[in-house]
């Protein structure tokens, strides 16, 4: 999921089957329709949600949902729409680490609900809210080049890559701090400490892929945050 305009010098997609848009479409199919039964789950959520709308809260819930379910459709939609991989792992443990560090966070559901005071469930949905919107953001400026596992699809340096290496995880990474609150403590933040080790692990596959294939990345690397400018 790193991310602008291929340079001219950008090597064009391996030959063969396994770089073809038909093996492509059917790789990535699985993972479009998870998060197409996510769109529908959470349009569910909203309908049922909808009549009692008549409080903060019940508000707040339905906007949280929202920007959840326009993360989720957009997702869905770039898998079917993205380009053609330059270059790609072709190692199993990268893509492990890639579906672990993308849904590993879905094990909360697994937890009990939190009682949150008012001040809290506020800081709960304002981060989740916060990150689902900017989510959508750094998907736009990614677009085509949108991937799950390490892949090189388009070269991206604009928009918040100009930033930072990895916008769109920090962004996930932000509302699910704020999902993550609604549940069981400690459990809940132990189970997105392990998350956010898979991501940081995703990060480092996805960055040597990117440099093996883009002579520009490596002095991208060096001039870019990883995930926080000034910090990491």
């Known amino acids: 999921m790193s991310a602008s305009d291929a340079p001219p010098s950008a090597p064009e997609p391996e030959p063969g089957f396994a770089h073809s848009r038909t093996y492509d479409l059917a790789f990535g199919a699985p993972v ?21 709308a008549s409080s903060a809260v019940a508000w707040l819930t339905i906007a949280n949902e929202s920007a959840i379910l326009l993360v989720f459709g957009l997702q869905a939609i770039l898998f079917l729409v993205r380009r053609l991989p ?5 190692e199993i443990w990268p893509r492990a680490v890639a579906i672990l560090g993308a849904n590993f966070n879905f094990t909360l ?21 916060g990150g689902a919107v900017a989510s959508v953001v750094v998907l736009t400026w990614l677009g085509r080049a949108f991937s799950v596992f390490p892949e090189a699809r388009r070269f991206v340096d604009r928009g918040p890559y100009r930033f930072m290496r990895h916008p769109l995880f920090l962004a996930e990474m932000v509302s699910m701090l704020g999902v993550m609150l609604g549940f069981r403590q400690p459990w ?12 940081i692990r ?11 294939t883009f002579p520009a990345y490596d002095a ?3 001039k870019t945050a990883r995930l926080i400018p000034g910090l990491y």
Not at 109 to 125: E, I, N, Q
Not at 202 to 212: H, K, P, T
């Open 32 to 52: 479009a329709l998870f998060y197409a039964f996510l769109v529908a789950g959470t349009v569910i959520r909203i309908l049922r949600q909808w009549p009692d």
């Open 86 to 90: 330059v270059t790609k792992t072709r």
């Open 109 to 129: 559901l697994l937890l009990p609900h939190a009682a949150l005071g008012t001040m809290w469930t506020a800081v709960s949905f304002g981060l989740t809210i």
């Open 188 to 199: 809940a933040a132990m189970i997105m400490a392990v998350t956010i080790a898979f991501q």
């Open 202 to 212: 995703r990060m480092d596959f996805e960055e040597a892929v990117l440099a093996e």
């Open 220 to 222: 991208y690397r060096r």
